[in-house]
């Protein structure tokens, strides 16, 4: 359970990408002599993530690898705040980004899961651990979640944070009333 205090003062989200958005694994390839890197991502933390936006969150995603399948997925998700640093040096664009929005580390919230993404976890007022995240991460995290990156644990955090907030049910609901609506133009 999040405090409803601390859910409400969070105004940015945070998401490292190898296991949190996907599973860890990497898929590497080359075709004609062009690398190939693809992951797997949940579509139901893809909604999660639209829900947060929704609810007037800023989402970000702050990943140690330089992948193309990342910002295709950055795209698709609407999310502007992308940095990928190959050194997994993710303090320095965590702080730029707080300056260029201007929040404080207090309302910002980071889910992680392996030592690379520690330095930010330490900052934030949410830091946030995925159920398989290393033992050091999950002692270091105030939330620890049951699901797995890449299995739904970026969609658990934003159910329970919308939830604390007092806005996952007009989120949910707003979004399924724009589904349930006749297409206009559509004379049959």
């Known amino acids: 359970m999040i405090d409803a205090a601390l859910a409400r003062s969070i105004r940015l989200v945070v998401l490292d990408v190898d296991g949190v958005l996907t599973d860890g694994g990497v898929y590497l390839g080359a075709v004609e002599g062009q690398r190939l890197e693809f992951k797997r991502y949940d579509i139901q933390d893809g909604l999660g993530i639209h829900f947060m936006q929704k609810a007037g969150l800023r989402v970000a995603i702050i990943t140690g690898r330089v992948s193309e399948s990342v910002r295709l997925r950055a795209i698709e998700l609407e999310i502007e705040d992308l940095a990928q640093d190959p050194q997994a040096q993710k303090l320095p664009a965590f702080l730029a980004m707080l300056d260029q929005h201007g929040i404080a580390p207090s309302e910002a919230a980071f889910i992680g899961d392996d030592f690379p993404d520690m330095a930010v976890?330490?900052?934030?007022?949410?830091?946030?651990?995925?159920?398989?995240?290393?033992?050091?991460?999950?002692?270091?995290?105030?939330?620890?979640?049951?699901?797995?990156?890449?299995?739904?644990?970026?969609?658990?955090?934003a159910e329970r944070l919308l939830t604390a907030r007092g806005t996952w049910e007009s989120v949910t609901e707003q979004y399924v009333a724009v589904r349930s609506l006749p297409m206009l133009g559509n004379s049959r």
């Not at 270091?140 to 739904?152: D, S």
């Open 121 to 157: 976890l330490r900052l934030v007022g949410l830091p946030v651990a995925v159920g398989n995240a290393v033992p050091e991460v999950k002692a270091a995290c105030k939330m620890q979640l049951t699901r797995t990156g890449g299995h739904g644990a970026v969609r658990e955090f």
